[in-house]
């Protein structure tokens, strides 16, 4: 049976990283990020959960992830095959410390970071 809540690290803009508890349906996974869902893996069985459309409607820069600048909230959670779960003690440590200083992100940087493809006939 699947668990109804789990164990993961916010990060916020402008804020340190802190543990809380988030549900695992889709509707608490969007309220947590303020949209749409999109998922990155960052290491082994590890993901961030973040908004998909935080740079196309002007969400505040929050931290440089795997190359990437993430907008807006996000949280690092555990991966069990093809769904989302909770992270150990440890692994929330881990990202708190990670992820425990915020970062000043400028809107050029963000800018910079948006891929738009336009292909013309």
């Avoid at 998922?39 to 440089?64: A, P, Q, S």
């Amino acid at each position: 049976m699947a668990e109804k809540t789990m164990t993961v690290v916010m990060v916020e803009p402008a804020k340190p990283a802190y543990k809380t508890e988030i549900g695992t349906d889709l509707e608490s996974l969007q309220k947590a990020v303020g949209g749409l869902i999109d998922i990155m893996e960052i290491d082994n069985k590890v993901n961030i959960v973040f908004n998909d459309e935080g740079k196309l409607i002007g969400l505040e820069g929050n931290r440089r992830v795997g190359g990437h600048i993430i907008v807006g909230n996000f949280f690092v959670c555990g991966e069990n095959g093809e769904d989302l779960c909770s992270l150990t003690d440890e692994q929330c440590e881990k990202y708190c410390q990670q992820f425990a200083q915020p970062e000043e992100i400028t809107q050029d940087e963000i800018e910079d970071d948006t891929y738009a493809f336009v292909i013309s006939f």
